[in-house]
C-alpha cells in the first residue's frame, strides 16, 4: 500500500514540474526570438543546463561527478533512465542525440526540440549520415554533442554494445569522444525497477511513482577523452571504458567533486 505522504509528494511535484516546464519552454521561446549574441546551439544548451538544475531540485535528484567533464568534441555515456539528461547537463552544457519518436512525446519532445537536440532513427544508417553536418556545425561551435551508443536503456546492471555508426563523424574528423558511466542510488525503492526506464514501462505512471521518492543519487564517472580515425574500433574502445568506469574496482576510493548547485550557479 502506497504512503500517503508519498501520494501527497508526487502530487506536488508533479504540478510543479508542469508550471517549471512550462516557464521553461516560455523561457526558451524568448531567447529565440532576444538572444542573438550566442550561437543558436550554445544558447540552447547554456538553456537546457540552467532548467535541467531547477527539475533536478524541483524532484529530489542529486548529482555527484567523478573525473573531468568534456568542454568540446563528443560525450557518449550508457543509459539508464530519462534523469540520464538532468544528471549530466550538471557537469557542462550539452546537447544531445536523441531517438526520432522522443520528437513527438507530448511535453517531453517539446522540451528535446528547444534545447537543440539532434533526432535519429537508428534503424536507418541514412539518417545517421544525413546528420553528420549537423554534428560537425554543433562541434566546431564547441558544444558538447552527447549521445548513448547502446540504442537503447538498460536496467543499469550491464552496458548493451555500441553503434559503431554513430561514430563515423568523429572518427573522420579526429574528435575527442569522452566515455561516461551513469548508475543511480535510491534508499526507498529498487533502481531497476523504479528509476531505470526500460522494457515495456510507460512514462507518466514511471513518472509519478519516481516523484513519490524522497531522493535519487545519480553517480557520473567521466574519463579520458578517446581518438582513432577507425569508427568501429573507436566504438569498442569506448565501449570498454564505460563498462571500466563502472566496475566497483574503478570506483573505490574516488573522492566526489564539490557541489553542483554552485558550478550551475555560476554558469
Not at 539528461?85 to 557537469?91: S, V
Not at 539518417?127 to 560537425?136: C, Q, R
Not at 573505490?252 to 553542483?260: H, I
Request: aromatic share 8%; proline share 6%.
Amino acid at each position: 500500500m502506497k504512503h500517503p505522504l508519498s501520494i501527497l509528494r508526487s502530487a506536488w511535484r508533479f504540478g510543479l514540474f508542469l508550471g517549471v516546464a512550462s516557464l521553461a519552454l516560455l523561457h526558451a521561446a524568448w531567447l529565440a526570438l532576444t538572444e542573438r549574441k550566442l550561437p543558436p546551439a550554445t544558447r540552447r544548451a547554456r538553456w537546457l543546463r540552467r532548467w535541467s538544475a531547477c527539475v533536478r531540485s524541483l524532484i529530489g535528484v542529486e548529482v555527484e561527478l567523478h573525473g573531468r567533464a568534456p568542454d568540446g568534441g563528443m560525450l557518449v555515456c550508457n543509459h539508464v533512465s530519462y534523469l540520464d539528461m538532468l544528471a549530466l547537463t550538471a557537469a557542462t552544457e550539452m546537447v544531445f542525440l536523441s531517438k526520432a519518436e522522443v520528437r513527438h512525446w507530448p511535453l517531453v519532445g517539446q522540451i528535446a526540440r528547444a534545447s537543440g537536440a539532434l533526432f535519429v532513427n537508428r534503424e536507418r544508417r541514412a539518417d545517421v549520415a544525413d546528420l553528420g553536418p549537423e554534428f560537425v556545425a554543433m562541434v566546431e561551435e564547441g558544444v558538447v554533442l552527447t549521445m548513448f551508443p547502446e540504442g537503447t536503456s538498460t536496467g543499469g546492471d550491464h552496458v548493451l554494445p555500441f553503434h559503431s555508426s554513430l561514430f563515423a563523424p568523429a572518427a573522420q574528423h579526429g574528435w575527442p569522444v569522452t566515455p561516461a558511466w551513469i548508475g543511480y542510488e535510491v534508499a526507498d525503492g529498487s533502481v531497476e525497477d523504479e528509476v531505470a526506464y526500460w522494457r515495456d514501462m510507460t512514462f507518466l505512471p514511471h513518472f509519478l511513482n519516481l516523484l513519490r521518492k524522497r531522493r535519487v543519487r545519480a553517480i557520473v564517472h567521466f574519463g579520458a577523452p578517446l581518438r582513432n580515425p577507425n569508427r568501429k574500433a573507436l566504438a569498442r574502445e569506448l565501449h570498454q571504458a564505460v563498462i571500466q568506469l563502472g566496475r566497483p574496482s574503478h570506483q573505490q576510493g574516488l573522492q566526489p567533486r564539490p557541489c553542483l548547485a554552485e558550478t550551475a550557479r555560476r554558469s
